[in-house]
């Protein structure tokens, strides 16, 4: 049964903007604070993004102030908006609950940045 489903990743060039999507069961958005990671070649995988159950929000210094992330409870869904795309970005991006659980990961979805 699957327990999250990304969704949105694909080529954009710098300067772009893509949103991502995550959707989950009722039950795990609604008890667990969600992340976003990401893993880039050669890199491991590091968070991207928090948004815990009180709705409030952090972010990795890279990121910050480029992306957001967000939630609709209507739809348990958690989203990503990454702005000012940089070929740094380019990653595999997966969402997880956080602190994340090994059985949670999932495909992901690949964000390329072109320069």
């Known amino acids: 049964q699957v327990q999250l489903m990304e969704s949105g990743g694909g080529l954009v060039q710098a300067g772009g903007s893509l949103r991502l999507s995550c959707v989950a069961s009722?039950?795990?958005?609604?008890?667990?604070?969600m992340g976003w990671y990401r893993q880039a070649p050669g890199k491991q995988r590091e968070l991207v993004a928090i948004?815990?159950?009180?709705?409030?929000?952090n972010y990795a210094d890279s990121v910050k102030g480029r992306f957001t992330i967000s939630r609709d409870s209507a739809k348990n869904t958690v989203y990503l908006q990454m702005n000012s795309l940089k070929p740094e970005d380019t990653a595999v991006y997966y969402c997880?609950?956080?602190?994340?659980?090994?059985?949670?990961w999932g495909q992901g979805t690949q964000v390329t940045v072109s320069s």
């Open positions: 948004i815990t159950i009180g709705g409030s929000t």
């Open positions: 009722r039950s795990t958005f609604s008890a667990n604070h």
């Open positions: 997880n609950i956080q602190p994340p659980l090994r059985a949670f």
